[in-house]
């Protein structure tokens, strides 16, 4: 059973976040709080009490604009604590979304907040309370990923992702079409598409062999363009690469 804490200086909108926290099965406890400092002074007293103490938080709904300290701040400043809660972005604005991942969040659920939507990010937060392994980015389909934003789910081909970006705990993946972060790093991405034909180029960048036009060679240094952008390859990935690019053009 999860215990939240529900952040919006916008009462209606706090009022609203409440009810539907308190009438999911999932959540056993959700206050309010007005502003980002109030919440810090919550969160602080909830870390003082323990995981099991009467003012423990387990997850924090937070709004992004909000006079003062506004949610981007406050979470940062969770970012620094040694056992902080998860965080789920409830906002009306898609534009910080990216900056929201960076900070780790679970979920980003858009305002007007509906019902389904918010149950869908409480759900995350109770399956990665007891440890954050991440959002499987596989499922039953292997071919396809599913990324959202925003309330929206879309499922992008694997064979059209040009390259991966290292982001933390999160990885970009770039297409002909944008950029999708997940919430999964780079590594498993490596060790579950290796027989797919990507392939590690950098400690932050994975490449799709098949999205790779040229190999570039300048004054000792080795990159790659795939799907329209130069990506730089490590010493320790050049041989491996140009060996597994000799014998993709001769089969």
Do not use: C
Request: net charge neutral; aromatic share 4%; glycine share 8%.
């Amino acid at each position: 059973m999860l215990r939240a804490l529900a952040v919006d200086d916008e009462r209606p909108s706090l009022e609203e976040l409440l009810y539907l926290l308190n009438a999911d099965p999932r959540v056993t406890a959700a206050e309010g709080a007005g502003d980002a400092t109030e919440a810090l002074r919550r969160i602080n007293r909830a870390l003082a009490s323990g995981p099991d103490g009467p003012d423990a938080v387990d997850v924090v709904f937070l709004d992004i604009q909000m006079p003062g300290l506004d949610g981007l701040d406050l979470a940062r400043l969770l970012t620094g604590f040694a056992a902080p809660p998860l965080i789920v972005f409830v906002t009306a604005h898609e534009d910080f979304a990216v900056q929201a991942f960076d900070l780790k969040a679970v979920d980003y659920v858009l305002k007007p907040v509906r019902r389904e939507r918010l149950a869908e990010a409480v759900r995350r937060a109770d399956q990665l309370r007891p440890a954050a392994t991440g959002i499987p980015v596989s499922g039953p389909d292997p071919d396809h990923v599913p990324v959202e934003l925003g309330g929206v789910t879309r499922f992008v081909a694997v064979d059209d992702i040009t390259h991966v970006e290292a982001r933390g705990d999160y990885a970009r993946l770039h297409t002909a079409n944008g950029a999708h972060l997940v919430r999964i790093p780079l590594s498993a991405l490596e060790e579950r598409w290796r027989g797919r034909g990507f392939v590690r180029i950098h400690r932050r960048h994975l490449v799709a062999l098949r999205h790779i036009g040229e190999l570039r060679l300048d004054a000792g240094s080795v990159s790659v363009l795939a799907g329209g952008a130069k990506l730089q390859v490590s010493r320790r990935h050049a041989r491996e690469l140009r060996d597994l690019l000799m014998r993709r053009t001769a089969r």
